[in-house]
């Protein structure tokens, strides 16, 4: 596969991004949402899966198919001059193969980066350091295959999010995933569930590599993310939520109140159809 010098450039400065400082990405879900965050300012692009899973009529956990995320992806990437990496899930399927299979989709559709859980389903179990490690090696040895060395895989543990084994033990769990999964390749690590700092910090000081959090309402602020040693700072199907909020907003005004001011403030019709040339 030919992959354009331009995508190279965007997966070089996706890396130098991550690098500069903390990484802010508040992540999108079809073209527009894409293109809408991209004119607001953002330096890349990030996927969600839940977004994009429900905008195909689908619940979130890997409930489309890979086909459906790549295509997806390709809408993004295409509507946007930024680095975009995509949320794969779990790879589309437990083995090295189904994995390799995934990060060649991903390259193909323009993408330059893209996150890999190791869980095997909603609320675990989780692969073991080994497996997902061979899982890792599999989405980098595919990549590069693909003509796409740079790709930038950011490995996600679930280890805090669905609160695996006990609570003293997780922190020593994730950095010998962390360590394991660097070896294999890996270029960060993304860790939902966790917003301690003091955890955080313990974390970010014993990680061979970046750590990325998922940030919620009510959660520390960048900055203090920022002073804990996080090196990228998502807010995953937040932006995604909040719109289809939106929606039932001004729904539920217009039927109950027969008034439209939840409509106040909206991107006019022109302004959005200007970001598509």
Known sequence: MAIDARTKEKALRFRELSAEGALLLPNAWDAASAAVIAAAGARAIATTSAGVAWSLGRGDGQKMSREQMAEAAARVAAAVDL??????????GSTEEDVAATARAVVAAGAIGLNLEDSKAVRGPLFTEEEQAARIRAAREAAAEAGLPELVINARTDVYLFQIGATEDRLDDVLERAAAYAEAGADGIFVPGLLDLDTLRKLADGCP?????????????????????????????GVARAAYTAARRATLELLTEGTYTALDGSLDSAGLNSLFG
């Open 83 to 92: 680095p975009v990496t995509v949320d794969a899930e779990g790879g589309y």
């Open 209 to 237: 590599l970046p750590l990325n959090v998922l940030a919620t309402p009510g959660g520390p602020s960048v900055a203090e993310l920022t002073r804990a040693g996080v090196r990228r700072i998502s807010l995953g199907a």
